[in-house]
């Protein structure tokens, strides 16, 4: 089982916009608190949970980042803004690590994040294993999968996950499009991460069942990530927010 879990956001240090952001938000149906993430001395995340899924947007508080992943830091370091990673969550790591590698995508080795917190006096590991592949050509867009360490993990995991737009019957996101003037290079990529994708039009599908993610063409440059959340709450139907370049749309 592949489903989509989070999406990591590059964003600027700057408290006030992130309250700002907390403040358009919130009517729409997604509860944020913007200081009750992860962090170090070197980095700090903000997450909006959106049922089972979220945005983790992180900012450096220090150029060495203090523990977060090197050439991540690098990128924000040269610049870099918006969406960098999209996160699918498996029970299968090493299988498809070992199906990406024959299919000549660059992966890293299975790896566990960690850092070191409270003036580094303690280290956090993270419950999971996560690889990574090499971003799509002519983007900075990495596609990661993650693996809990046990099941029941998530269990425990959900009494983090707050506060949560699924309080609000926003349930989770159930398609990510990624649209961009893609390359035929990199859609030949593309079609290496997902061969199960189905292409319909100028887009193609990797359908997971409880959850999709697509890639389209557009004419624009740079990249737009759409990601449609499902509710059961009419008074949140067709409403939409932005976070630099990845929005979105309750529907």
Not at 14 to 32: A, H, R, S, T, V
């Amino acid at each position: 089982m592949v489903r989509l879990d989070h999406f990591v956001v590059n964003i600027d240090n700057n408290m006030e916009k992130l309250k700002e952001l907390k403040k358009q938000i919130e009517p729409l149906g997604y509860p944020f608190e913007p200081t009750w993430g992860k962090g170090t001395k070197g980095f700090k995340v903000a997450n909006i949970w959106i049922g089972l899924q979220y945005l983790e947007m992180v900012w450096l508080k220090k150029k060495d980042g203090g523990g977060w992943k090197p050439d991540w830091v690098e990128k924000y370091n040269n610049g870099h803004r918006g969406i960098i990673a999209i996160y699918l969550m498996t029970d299968k790591l090493d299988e498809i690590r070992e199906e990406l590698k024959g299919r000549g995508i660059p992966v890293s080795d299975p790896e566990r994040i960690s850092f070191r917190w409270f003036f580094g006096l303690f280290k956090k590991t993270m419950p999971w294993r996560s690889i990574f592949t090499a971003s799509i050509p002519g983007t900075d867009l990495e596609i990661c999968y993650g693996e809990l360490d046990s099941p029941d993990i998530m269990e425990k995991m959900k009494a983090y996950m707050v506060p949560n737009a699924a309080d609000n019957g926003i349930e989770g996101i159930k398609e990510a499009i990624v649209r961009g003037n893609f390359s035929e290079e990199a859609w030949g990529y593309i079609r290496k991460l997902f061969p199960d994708a189905e292409q319909h039009g100028n887009c193609l599908k990797y359908d997971m069942g409880t959850t999709c993610l697509s890639f389209e063409s557009w004419e624009k440059p740079g990249l737009n990530v759409e990601l449609k959340a499902e509710t059961t709450n009419k008074k949140y139907l067709g409403k939409s927010f932005t976070v630099e370049n990845l929005r979105i749309t309750t529907m």
